[in-house]
C-alpha cells in the first residue's frame, strides 16, 4: 500500500506555520489529476488564506471548528454548466479531494475534508459569503495546515466487507 495512503488521517489541530505557496499549488495539482466522468473536469477551487475568512468557515457548520486552526481551506466547488447531474459532480469532486488529502500526506500537511453539500443550509451560507455563482456546486471544504496532534492509528481492513463472486 502507499504509504500515503497507510498513514492518511483527519487532522483537526494544527500549528500556526504558515502553508507555503508551492505546498498549496502542489495540492491543486494533485487535485487536477483526479479522474472525471467523460474527463469533464468541472471542478473548481476556491483557496482562502484569510484570518476572517477562515474563521468565519467555522461558523458554517457545526463540523467546521477546525478553521478557526486551519492556515488555509480549499474549497472544492462542481460546475453544473459543465457537467449538469450533481451525483457526477460529487463523485468527481471526491476523487479530486481525496487527491489533496493524499498529497497533503506527502507534503507533511494535516488535512480535513468538511462536507458542505448536499446540505443546503451550508450550501447558502458558502454562497452568501464567497459570492459563487449559482452554477457552482460546493462539495466541500478542506481544511489544512501542519499538523499539531497525533492520533491512533486504527486498522480498518475487514474480510467481512469483501465477497469474491463465485459463480
Ligand atoms: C463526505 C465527508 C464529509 C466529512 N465531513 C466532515 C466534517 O464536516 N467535519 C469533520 O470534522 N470531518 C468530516 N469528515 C471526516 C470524517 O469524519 C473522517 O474521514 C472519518 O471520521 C474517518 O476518520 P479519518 O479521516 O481520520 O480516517 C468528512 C468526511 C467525508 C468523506
Known amino acids: 500500500m502507499l504509504e500515503e495512503i497507510r498513514v492518511r488521517q483527519s487532522i483537526r489541530k494544527y500549528t500556526d506555520q504558515p502553508i507555503e505557496e508551492e505546498k498549496i499549488i502542489a495540492l491543486l495539482k494533485?487535485?487536477?489529476?483526479?479522474?472525471?466522468?467523460?474527463?469533464?473536469?468541472?471542478?473548481?477551487?476556491?483557496?482562502?488564506?484569510?484570518?476572517?475568512?477562515?474563521?468565519?468557515?467555522?461558523?458554517?457548520?457545526?463540523y467546521t471548528?477546525?478553521?478557526?486552526?486551519?492556515?488555509?481551506?480549499?474549497?472544492?466547488?462542481?460546475?453544473r454548466e459543465v457537467t449538469p447531474t450533481d451525483a457526477?459532480?460529487?463523485v468527481d469532486c471526491a476523487a479530486a479531494i481525496q487527491n489533496i488529502l493524499l498529497e497533503g500526506v506527502h507534503l507533511g500537511l494535516g488535512t480535513c475534508w468538511c462536507a458542505i453539500g448536499p446540505n443546503e443550509e451550508r450550501i447558502e451560507a458558502f454562497k452568501n459569503y464567497f459570492k459563487f455563482p449559482n452554477t457552482h456546486l460546493p462539495v466541500a471544504v478542506i481544511a489544512v495546515g501542519y499538523p499539531n496532534e497525533t492520533k491512533q492509528w486504527i486498522d480498518r481492513f475487514d474480510e467481512n466487507k469483501i465477497t469474491y463472486w463465485k459463480k
Open 30 to 62: 494533485a487535485a487536477m489529476r483526479a479522474p472525471t466522468a467523460q474527463n469533464r473536469q468541472e471542478w473548481r477551487f476556491l483557496v482562502v488564506q484569510d484570518r476572517e475568512s477562515l474563521d468565519n468557515i467555522a461558523t458554517f457548520s457545526p
Open 65 to 79: 471548528g477546525m478553521m478557526k486552526q486551519a492556515q488555509a481551506a480549499i474549497i472544492v466547488l462542481g460546475d
Open 88 to 90: 457526477y459532480i460529487y
